[in-house]
């Protein structure tokens, strides 16, 4: 685990989920904290500020990722953190979830959107393009 | 008509002249019958009945000629009477004619001067009985079609389904009950009316603008059009008279479907439910393994292994959830064969508690499981696997969300008609919120606590399917961080 890498906040209500994003960030060279609860997650980024955000989408309640996005989105200290989400979203009549396209992203205050399970490569190129050339500096 | 030869009967006293009658009238095709008086005259006319041609004479012995008449007169309203009388006065013609004869015949006559006579009144006795037929008839026809009339009406009024009928001009020309009660705006509304006077079903009145033409061919258009917060099945199809080619109008049958479109989004919820469900741990296990395969998991065998170990239990418990699934699904068919026999409540919570002493000493939890009172109050009629699964269920679930070194402890009492028991924790609990919840389908509280523990969210669904199956109940009580207390009560079985 690289103390110096950049901070990637997990947050997932499944432990296991939470486990394989670990596995793929930190030999990578991220720093990584994991909550199962937003409300956790929040409070410790208030004293450590992470660069990048990953956060599930079903948890709880249907839209809570969705909430703590937008949580983070209106926080001036936050607002400019990228936000990945992943999620094994159902998509049904009135309720598709999934963003067809950049602006279905915009509209919903994250700036990646992964299907569950995230391919480990698709997942990385995507941290290290949000996080611009630092993160590529600081990626294996 | 009268496929039978007409028949006539012949009462005179003079037998030169009933046999002369008979003779020339059956010569001139007559069935002939002859009688010496007025009494055997309407003895035989009583016995035989249904003559055309009554020929009678005035002057008789005991009964006289009027006095026949009178009394045939009485028996048939058709047959044609004529007086043969040697005295033919006015007087007479008209007293007799009066009685019901048709005409009279003067004596002496020649055959010649009968046949005339009696042909015209066979004819006229063919076109009364067939007036008589043809109104006979009508008035049948007319009761047939009052009665056919009022009985499709009555069908139309008490169907369920509501029904209007449109013609070419666009307008309403029929309604039933049903259609003045689903359809706004249509109760009140004077027949014939507009369609456009239903405001509100601008979307229907489309659809039957289009149909209502003169062109609309046999078939049936079926749309689904919702009316405020009812959806309707509309089928119309066009009024289509006997031998014209063209429509007349449209019959638009509405039918309320609107349960059946909740049913549907229900159903169609839940597959999404379960297709998530699936998709979460099959997720995981694909997640870990690509871990391992693509050497993201390093050499470490131990990490290689606690991934492996991680993807078993999320495999396992996908198998647990897709038995569970199917055992919902046998129940809510009817196809769940529930096999009851009278089984000690105690004996089956023994085995459930000592199939879970494994995963309690793993944790160092204290699991016990007392008796109360007197043996053999404890018989329930229940199907021995389903009892097991419902109490190995609390109790595991119990042991799941209970941290390491807590207590978790199993108890069998009586109480009244019931078999009464206990699982109670001093585990994570339950929010207040999610009480009313944990019966759900997939419903799992998510929090720190309960993201390790794997569940199918469906345990505590089957076991309160497989308690209400047996006429018993299942309660909850919990708060957070204090434990929780499910009680199962199930009927006592009396022999």
Same mark, same amino acid.
């Given at each position: 685990?690289?103390?110096? #890498?950049p901070l990637i906040v997990i947050v997932d209500d499944d432990f296991d989920s939470l486990e394989i994003i670990r596995n793929i960030l930190e030999p990578a060279g991220y720093k990584t904290l994991c909550f199962t609860e937003p409300m956790e997650a929040l409070q410790h980024m208030a004293i450590e500020k992470p660069r990048l955000i990953i956060t599930d989408l079903m948890m709880k309640f249907i839209d809570t990722g969705f909430a703590f996005s937008r949580q983070i989105r209106f926080d001036s200290r936050f607002s400019n953190i990228p936000i990945i989400l992943i999620t094994a979203a159902f998509s049904q009549r009135r309720f598709a979830v999934q963003p067809q396209d950049k602006r279905g992203l915009e509209k919903m205050g994250i700036d990646a959107f992964f299907d569950k399970p995230v391919d480990p490569d698709d997942l990385l190129g995507k941290v290290q393009e949000l996080l611009g050339q630092s993160g590529k500096e600081? #990626?294996? | 008509m009268n496929v039978e030869k007409p028949r006539i009967l012949v009462v005179d006293d003079e037998s030169g002249i009933r046999e002369?009658?008979?003779?020339?009238? +059956? @010569? +001139?095709?007559y069935d002939v019958d002859v009688a010496e008086d007025g &009494?055997?005259?309407?003895?035989? &006319?009583k016995e035989r009945g249904n003559y055309a041609v009554a020929l009678i004479d005035l002057k008789m012995p005991g009964m006289d000629g009027l006095e026949l008449i009178e009394k045939i007169r009485e028996l048939d309203q058709d047959v044609v009477m004529f007086v043969i009388t040697a005295y033919a006065t006015l007087d007479t013609a008209v007293e007799a004619t009066k009685k019901g004869a048709y005409?009279?015949?003067?004596?002496? &006559?020649s055959p010649d001067e009968i046949f005339l006579p009696i042909k015209r009144g066979i004819e006229s006795r063919n076109l009364a009985l067939e007036t008589k037929r043809l109104r006979q008839e009508r008035e049948n026809r007319l009761l047939e079609v009052a009665f056919e009339r009022s009985k499709s009406n009555t069908i139309i009024r008490c169907m369920t389904d509501g029904v209007l009928v449109i013609n070419r001009d666009k307008q309403i020309v029929l309604r039933n009950e049903a259609a003045r009660r689903i359809i706004p705006g249509c109760e009140n509304l004077p027949l014939p009316a507009s369609l456009s006077a239903l405001a509100d079903l601008h979307e229907i009145i489309d659809f039957l603008n289009e149909t209502a033409t003169a062109d609309f061919k046999p078939g049936i258009i079926s749309r689904e059009v919702a009316i405020g917060e009812t959806i309707f099945m509309v089928n119309v199809s066009p009024v289509m008279e006997q031998g014209v080619a063209s429509s007349a109008g449209a019959v638009a049958v509405f039918r309320d479907i609107t349960e059946l479109k909740k049913l549907e989004t229900a159903k169609s @919820?839940?597959?999404s439910m379960v297709a998530h469900e699936v998709k979460r741990p099959l997720g995981v296990i694909e997640g870990y393994l690509n871990l391992i395969l693509s050497g993201r998991a390093g050499e470490d065998g131990q990490k290689q292994k606690e991934m492996l170990e991680r993807s078993l239990i999320r495999a396992r418990t996908l198998r647990q959830m897709v038995s569970e699934l199917m055992n919902l699904t046998a129940m809510e068919t009817g196809n769940f064969a529930i096999k009851r026999n009278p089984l000690n409540i105690s004996t089956v919570v023994k085995e459930a508690t000592d199939s879970c002493l494994d995963k309690a000493k793993e944790k160092e939890i204290d699991l016990s499981l007392s008796v109360e009172g007197p043996g053999g109050q404890d018989v329930v009629l229940a199907d021995k696997s389903a009892m097991f699964s419902v109490f190995a269920n609390l109790i595991d679930n119990a042991i799941k969300y209970t941290p390491e070194r807590g207590h978790v402890e199993v108890r069998v009492e009586n109480a009244g008609n019931y078999v009464k028991v206990t699982v109670r924790d001093d585990g994570i609990g339950i929010d207040a919120g999610e009480k009313d919840k944990i019966f759900d389908e997939f419903f799992r509280a998510r929090n720190k606590y309960t993201a390790r523990i794997p569940g199918t969210g469906l345990g505590l669904t089957v076991a309160k399917r497989f308690v209400g199956l047996h006429q018993g109940k299942i309660t909850v009580e919990s708060a957070p961080a204090q434990g929780s207390v499910f009680t199962v009560?199930?009927? @006592?079985?009396e022999e």
């Open positions: 685990m690289s103390e110096q #890498g600081q #990626g294996k | 002369g009658c008979r003779i020339n009238l +059956e @010569m +001139e095709g &009494f055997a005259g309407l003895k035989t &006319f005409g009279y015949i003067a004596k002496p &006559f @919820m839940f597959v009560f199930l009927p @006592m079985w």
